[in-house]
């Protein structure tokens, strides 16, 4: 059975819609402090962090007034990226950890991510439970006045996360001479990362870090490179640094302004830890990895198995297979042997760790030549338009035009009204009409 609240990664979509508004947010924290709070006896403890959209301000209220109504106590931490939320999560030995975010969404959505006391984005399974906990009646749920929560906003957030970030390399680690750019989206990111690369001694420009709520992802960030790219053009740097919203993501830029995406550097990251023999297994990519990456793979002798789209997806597999990389062309990349989630400071950092040695950002990522790959959105009312007939005979031929040379993937977007077409082949015109005939079935 489908769920009703969650998506392929938490729950999301339009502030004062009829998910992403205060009611709900309420319900969302009685539900899911309910859960956890039911797990054990004691009274047990929640934590929050945020982006920085503008209706944080409203919603995080009512979520923790959700939770303290379930007898969970909370910690409220403001900005911080999300992985840094899951860190302290399991460091605090939390209950709970909920992420307010719409990750690279526009400002006008918003969301949560959800993670366990493990700091692992909570399952199917258990999203399930909390959705009946959800529309089962309200006073089933409320504590008794003396079993209420207590909320206390914990104001060195920042630093513990950082402090668990760099303990994760050597003490002798420094970027003392090393030039960063830095794109931090206006996100939950705008304080924690140049503070962290200042910290190692790095001489860091930043842009995207005057969050007024409302510029959240807009224009800059991972989802919009060329701001990066044009940064690092101007100031010569040895590294560009692109964020997403809560800074799960990241894109970078090598010195000579090239884009590198999260394929060319989870090639890098895992020819490097083979190399030094800490990959374990092989790595874990999604259905939408380039194929480019796939054949480098196998010239490596690594071995590579693809992932539902979706992060948790990814780390799902990764636990099943024991492997310690994984991630997505996105910029989501999973560093098994530091962290449960995506990290795009943490990623930054392993990155800079292999540069230390005066080592070039371009000839790091000189790993494959990309098949040549388009991804189309398509706004739909209804994306179940996908199962119809006219869409799968489109699909089946378009399959058919592309035969061994290619692929082709149409899905529904986890998180958003649309039907994402995926085409990949060498052959661009074919790339153009198979996504036409797809877009002209579902219009």
Not at 168 to 185: E, H, Q, R, Y
Not at 246 to 259: F, G, T, Y
Request: proline letters at 3%; aromatic letters at 6%.
């Amino acid at each position: 059975m489908p769920k009703k609240y969650f998506g392929t990664d938490g729950i999301r979509g339009r502030v004062n819609d009829s998910k992403i508004n205060g009611d709900m947010f309420f319900k969302f924290g009685l539900a899911a402090g309910t859960y956890f709070k039911n797990l054990k006896k004691v009274k047990q403890t929640a934590v929050i962090a945020k982006d920085t959209r503008l209706s944080g301000y409203t919603l995080e209220p009512a979520l923790v007034s959700g939770l303290a109504s379930a007898g969970m106590h909370v910690f409220t931490l403001g900005p911080l990226p999300t992985n840094g939320l899951a860190m302290l999560t399991k460091k605090m030995r939390a209950n709970l950890g909920i992420m307010i975010t719409a990750s690279h969404n526009p400002y006008y959505d918003n969301g949560l991510k959800l993670f366990g006391p493990d700091g692992l984005k909570l399952s199917d399974n258990i999203e399930k439970k909390i959705e009946k906990l959800i529309d089962s009646k309200i006073n089933n749920n409320l504590s008794l006045p003396e079993n209420l929560g207590r909320v206390k906003r914990l104001e060195n957030a920042t630093d513990r996360y950082l402090s668990i970030l760099k303990n994760n390399f050597p003490k002798s680690f420094s970027l003392k001479g090393t030039k960063i750019a830095i794109d931090c989206a206006n996100g939950a990111g705008y304080k924690s990362a140049p503070k962290l690369f200042r910290s190692l001694g790095a001489k860091v420009y930043n842009i995207g870090v005057n969050p007024n709520g409302l510029n959240i992802n807009q224009k800059c960030g991972s989802t919009f490179p060329q701001k990066i790219k044009s940064l690092v053009s101007r100031k010569k740097v040895n590294l560009g640094i692109s964020l997403d919203g809560d800074a799960d993501r990241i894109i970078v830029c090598d010195e000579n302004s090239k884009i590198i995406n999260g394929d060319q550097i989870i090639a890098m990251l895992a020819k490097r830890w083979k190399k030094k023999k800490i990959l374990k297994g092989g790595v874990i990519g999604t259905l939408m990895s380039n194929y480019g990456l796939e054949v480098f793979f196998k010239e490596n002798k690594i071995k590579f198995v693809r992932a539902n789209v979706g992060d948790r997806y990814v780390k799902e597999k990764m636990q099943m297979k024991k492997f310690n990389l994984g991630g997505e062309q996105s910029g989501h990349i999973i560093l098994g042997k530091f962290a449960t989630t995506g990290d795009g400071l943490l990623v930054a950092l392993e990155i800079l760790f292999s540069m230390r040695k005066g080592k070039k950002a371009s000839e790091l990522f000189k790993n494959f030549i990309s098949t040549p790959q388009v991804l189309k959105n398509i706004n739909v009312k209804d994306k179940n338009i996908i199962n119809s007939i006219k869409c799968k005979k489109a699909i089946k031929k378009s399959t058919k035009l592309l035969g061994k040379e290619g692929r082709i993937l149409v899905r529904k977007s986890g998180t958003e009204p649309k039907i994402r077409i995926m085409v990949e082949t060498k052959n661009k015109k074919l790339i153009s009409r198979c996504i036409n005939l797809v877009k002209r079935s579902i219009n």
